[in-house]
């Protein structure tokens, strides 16, 4: 998890990056390999 993130919940949502194109728009954007994305556009993700 990276500083100041919250802790992840013991259900596991959302899904996990695994890797980033370099200079894509995710990267760009700060997401990093090892995040959770939980919901996008407020609607929630599963694996």
Known sequence: MREGGAAESPTRTGL??????????????????GDRILSVSGRPVED
């Open 16 to 33: 996990c990056v695994e890797a980033l194109s370099p200079g894509s728009p995710a990267e760009r954007a700060g997401i990093r390999p």
